[in-house]
């Protein structure tokens, strides 16, 4: 899986893991996905040395079969293109996430992690030797253009992608700010391609948008996990938790691709109280790994929903897997994307690297994410919203108390107001602007609606449990309740 969006961190020999690429860093570097190790670091399975002498033996087989080829071949080759391409041959056999990476190719991952780059915005993976849209980023070019999860890249600017290297797509969805680039996409239940040109731009990296959807009901969307997720999550709840106090959360991470993992498992942290969020699994000890959860003092612990679909992936199914096997709150939507391995970056002499599959996820129950993803607990398939058709306003059937003339108002009606803000801090005008987007999300996403539904029957089933603990209060002995006229 290619990310096309970066985070950006400064490391000092620590050892991480980021969404799915086990990190090693001795030295001063920005990256991310990825494990930079020494070689002499490097912790190996044991191999014998029967397996050794006939690894010798087919070296030599290649040996052979190059020197034929730069003998007798029609034309004359480079051999460093032929040995590239028989190493990425090799890596690609293993599967669709391990791969040889030229020195131009670590070159741009590591741009990638400063954020200098520019492309469409979609994260892709190889299914069935084609190349396959996890998900479009949510406002990115790719996004705007309507591709969605699922979609079949078949070609690039007219070249076919079948057995096409991950990483020669990627350098070819990516270009120059303003220039366009043309994918050929096949979509399920269509009869033939259809072609979209896009523009590329400059992806952008803000990943945390907040807002009510009703009156101390909140909403959150994560398009993608970076370096500064958790911050602006928690900064980001704290705000509106200040405009007024939340009762309950959807978290959306539909078509979240993923990111970094530290920041899957400290958003994770944040609604959980403790125990296991991930743990990872390989054929060496040092590629296993576990990691808990915090106390949080009772913070945070209001109603939750999670919304996924099937652009789900990697440390967002990290996150909606820990919730759904803690209890801690409901997964609504379609089936998860299923990206549970972890891939370990090493660097190679002459600046190039390998990016080789090393161990697997597992959620805190033991599932393993892989090819699986997470099903949800409520299953809500998409449907897409089609704009009615303007129609004459009718007068309606019934009439309520609000309806008549001079009708007495409500002392809420009056002057509705948050109460965790004061009147000096409120900005009309930013409130105004959120509720008609609420209502414009709630109006063209049935998901959204039904993950709403169910965060109210969960606030309401949370209040009946608290008012059942309460002391009952009684009449005073002799003293009779007051009649309702």
Known sequence: MINFLAGRQILYNINKTVNGYHVKISSLLLLIFLCFMTHAGISKADISQDQREATYRQLEIFANVLSILQENYIDEINADNTIEGAISGMLLSLDPHSSYLTAEDFDDLQNETRGNFSGIGIEVTVRDEILTI???????????????????????NGEPTKNMPSMEAVKQLRGPKGSEVTVSIYRDGWQELKEFTIVREIIPLHSVKGLFLEPGFA???????????????????????HERQI???????????????????????????????????????????????????????????????????????????AIQDHKRGVIVGTQT???????????????????????????????SIQATGIVPDVEVPYIPYVKQEKQ???????????????????????????ANASSENIDTDKLAQAKKTAKSRLK??????????????????????????????????????????
Do not use: C, W
């Open 134 to 156: 996890i998900s479009p980023i949510e406002g990115t070019p790719a996004d705007k253009a309507g591709l969605k999860a699922k979609d079949l890249i078949v070609k690039i």
């Open 219 to 241: 909403y959150m969307r994560i398009t993608n996990f970076q370096s500064q997720t958790t911050k602006d999550l928690k900064k980001t709840l704290a705000k509106l938790n």
């Open 247 to 321: 009762k309950g959360l959807i978290l959306d991470l539909r078509n979240n691709p993923g990111g970094l993992l530290d920041q899957a498992i400290s958003v994770s942290d944040i609604f959980l109280e403790k125990g296991l969020v991930v743990y990872t699994k390989g054929r060496i000890q040092e590629q296993n790994m576990t990691f808990q959860a915090h106390a949080n003092n009772g913070k945070n612990l209001y109603p939750l929903v999670i919304l996924v679909n099937e652009g789900s992936a990697s440390a967002s199914e990290i996150v909606a897997g």
């Open 337 to 367: 994307f299923g990206k549970g391995s972890v891939q370990t970056i090493l660097p190679m002499p002459g600046g190039s690297g390998l990016r080789l599959t090393t161990a697997r996820y597992f959620t805190p129950n033991g599932r």
């Open 392 to 418: 004459e306003k009718t007068l309606p059937n019934f009439v309520r108390e609000a309806d008549l003339k001079n009708h007495i108002l409500n002392r809420d009606e009056q002057a509705e107001k948050p």
């Open 444 to 485: 063209k996403d049935n998901q959204l609606r039904t993950a709403l539904n169910i965060l109210k029957s969960l606030n309401l089933y949370t209040e009946y449990r608290s008012s059942s603990d309460m002391e009952i209060i009684t009449p005073v002995e002799g003293q009779q309740p007051e009649e309702t006229p």
